[in-house]
């Protein structure tokens, strides 16, 4: 495991470690959903769609794995964030 690691209680490294790697992972995905349709955002996705810049299917699809890969992001974050908390409190 991560020297990062090595202050946290070994059940709490092994959560905040796991939840990392989900947070990159979906970071990283997304951005490669969206670079396929030469967006920076879901919101700019969204927009070229509406705009008839690219064809409605599969982009539409793509802004939804975005968006989810997103969602999946930020609650990653939060809950390392939870975890951290509640470790500092102990």
Known sequence: MDPLYDALPPDDAEQVQRFSRLMYESREHRRT??????????????A???AAE???????????AARIL??????????????????NAR
């Open 70 to 87: 997103g969602d999946t992001h930020e609650i990653a974050r939060s809950e390392v964030a939870r975890i951290l908390q509640e470790v």
């Open 54 to 64: 690219v064809a409605e299917h599969p982009a539409y699809e793509h802004y939804l």
């Open 33 to 46: 959903v969206l670079e396929a349709f030469g967006a920076s955002s879901p919101e700019a996705l969204l």
């Open 48 to 50: 070229r769609i509406e």
